[in-house]
């Protein structure tokens, strides 16, 4: 019904930077909240950024001010820019939508990408 297809992943130094992003295609009407996660080894995936339909966003504490969440409804797509890398930003991230597939459908649901590594080292 939807998919999500991150890129933008990859290998960068400490106090490097990269993009991420996660665009949406399938069965959509709209698409309230978009996220990233990620996950690192024998760790839980835990939220780094979430921004609403009125884009209004959150960070977790460990990024504030180094991340910045983005999204173009017109493309579908969320972006996470990552400035000051360090290495315990090391991860897979997954982007999270919350869609709504249809204009009949009042339930919107959550659909993950297949998450994209993260290496931050020297």
């Known amino acids: 019904q939807v998919q999500l297809v991150e890129s933008g992943g990859g290998l960068a130094q400490p106090g490097g930077s990269l993009r991420l992003s996660c665009a949406a295609s399938g069965s959509i009407f709209s698409i309230n909240a978009m996220g990233w996660y990620r996950q690192a080894p024998a760790r839980e995936r835990e939220l780094v950024a979430r921004?609403?339909?009125?884009?209004?966003?959150n960070y977790a504490e460990s990024v504030k001010g180094r991340f910045t969440i983005s999204r173009d409804n017109a493309k579908n797509t969320a972006y996470l820019q990552m400035n000051s890398l360090k290495p315990e930003d090391t991860a897979v991230y997954y982007c999270?939508?919350?869609?709504?597939?249809?204009?009949?459908?009042?339930?919107?649901?959550?659909?993950w990408g297949q998450g994209t590594q993260v290496t931050v080292s020297s």
């Open positions: 999270n939508f919350n869609v709504r597939t249809s204009i009949s459908r009042i339930r919107a649901d959550d659909y």
């Open positions: 921004i609403t339909s009125g884009d209004m966003t």
